[in-house]
């Protein structure tokens, strides 16, 4: 099956936030979305809902309930759903920067997002999630470039260097982002 278009993946999005909303489950849209829904390039990943771990199997069962292919791979962070289109859908539930709890649910901001009101998740929680992802084995910064750059004004980004300053990874991108300009130097 071809990878799914950007129209696929925005449809893949409703039906799941309109499944966890017809369940009454709490959920943060995250990742690529999130960005997009700020201003950020077009996602043409797949559809990243963040919830809290103790709703995940109510979430992982209501969308089976739907009719969509669901696994609980070996990871034990996240769930993963597909669409009838082929897009994948990830529900996580503990990110790189810890787990998902209702203080995080509840600082995302309610914002349109395709004529649905949903939860999105803050640019700040976003980064720091990216940022905190980033390892050995995937240090590739360019996607979290593109992001910078792309929001560098909506982005606390001295919240974003406080809650990533362990990481050798983010104080790599902070010296790469402030070098090319992108996001001015530390004010603290």
């Known amino acids: 099956m071809p ?3 950007f129209e696929e993946m925005i449809v893949a999005m409703k039906d799941a936030v309109g499944v966890l909303q017809a369940h009454d489950i709490g959920f943060v849209l995250g990742g ?3 960005a997009w829904a700020r201003g950020g390039p077009r996602s043409e990943h ?3 809902l963040l919830l809290r771990e103790e709703d995940a199997e109510d979430a992982l069962a209501a969308l089976a309930g739907a009719g969509m292919r669901v696994e609980r791979p070996p990871e034990g962070w996240l769930y993963k759903a597909w669409h009838d289109n082929g897009t994948l859908i990830d529900v996580i539930f503990s990110p790189a920067g810890g787990p998902v709890t209702n203080e995080s649910i509840e600082r995302a901001p309610v ?3 395709m004529a649905l009101r949903v939860r999105v998740s803050t640019l700040e ?4 999630t990216k940022l905190l992802a980033l390892n050995e084995q995937e240090p ?5 470039l593109e992001l910078a750059r792309a929001l560098r004004e909506q982005v606390d980004w001295d919240d974003v260097r406080a809650r990533t300053e362990a990481s050798p990874f ?3 991108f902070f010296t790469l982002v402030e070098g090319l300009g992108i996001v001015e130097t530390s004010s603290v």
């Open 3 to 5: 990878e799914p278009t």
């Open 32 to 34: 690529g979305l999130a």
């Open 46 to 48: 797949d559809v990243d």
């Open 111 to 113: 914002v349109e997002v």
């Open 125 to 128: 929680d976003l980064m720091t």
């Open 140 to 144: 590739a910064f360019g996607s979290v």
């Open 170 to 172: 983010a104080r790599a």
